[in-house]
């Protein structure tokens, strides 16, 4: 007798779920729904304060290696351009030829001084922006009983159709979620009010 219990629950589960019918309407009650969030990203960190007085930060921090740059690069250019006139001189080639050495090198040890000095910084403030963000959903999404939380982003600009289609195969491959829950809630807006108190 208890074989052939076993074999019609077996049987059931088989041809389509009876087993799993029987076992359900054994349980005192359903499990509760899963209440899903979704947020926009782009607006999020579009619009939070501390993101912002971050990128106003960065900025500083970039601007003085930037602006060298700039200077050496326009340097070079104006070099390079000289050097294919027939008109310039052997004095003046070698001396063209010397400026472009030393601002190639000069922008080795400016890249080197970034990397040394303002990239460490950098990638503490991008940690603690991402772990502060993270904190501030756990809290919100606990708050107001959310099971779970979907980022999302669009480009802020249509793009063309190929460049679509490359951008989601692209975030397909780096395990991008596409929200498609009917149920869910965009919760950007009320976190946002909240990260920013």
């Not at 049987?11 to 947020?39: D, I, N, R």
């Not at 250019?77 to 000289?82: G, I, M, P, R």
């Not at 970034?114 to 904190?135: C, G, H, I, R, T």
């Not at 802020?156 to 991008?176: H, N, S, V």
Request: aromatic share 8%; glycine share 6%.
């Amino acid at each position: 007798m208890k074989r052939a219990i076993i074999i019609t629950l077996g049987l059931a589960a088989a041809l389509g779920g009876g087993g799993w019918l029987l076992l359900a309407q054994q349980s005192a009650a359903p499990p509760p729904a899963t209440k899903v969030g979704v947020v926009d990203m782009r607006k999020l960190y579009g619009d939070c304060k501390y993101v912002k007085d971050l990128k106003t930060k960065i900025e500083d921090q970039v601007k003085p290696f930037k602006t060298k740059k700039e200077e050496l690069d326009k340097l070079m250019v104006d070099w390079q351009t000289a050097l294919k006139s027939p008109k310039i001189t052997k004095e003046t080639r070698e001396q063209g030829y010397d400026v472009l050495k030393e601002c190639k090198r000069r922008l080795e040890d400016l890249d080197f001084k970034f990397k040394q000095e303002v990239s460490p910084k950098l990638q503490k403030d991008m940690e603690n922006l991402v772990a502060n963000m993270n904190q501030k959903v756990k809290i919100y999404s606990e708050h107001f009983g959310y099971h779970l939380v979907v980022a999302y982003g669009q480009p802020e600009l249509p793009l063309e159709d190929g460049d679509t289609m490359r951008l989601y195969i692209q975030a397909i491959d780096f395990g991008y979620i596409r929200v498609a829950c009917p149920s869910a809630v965009d919760i950007t807006s009320g976190l946002l009010t909240y990260v920013n108190q």
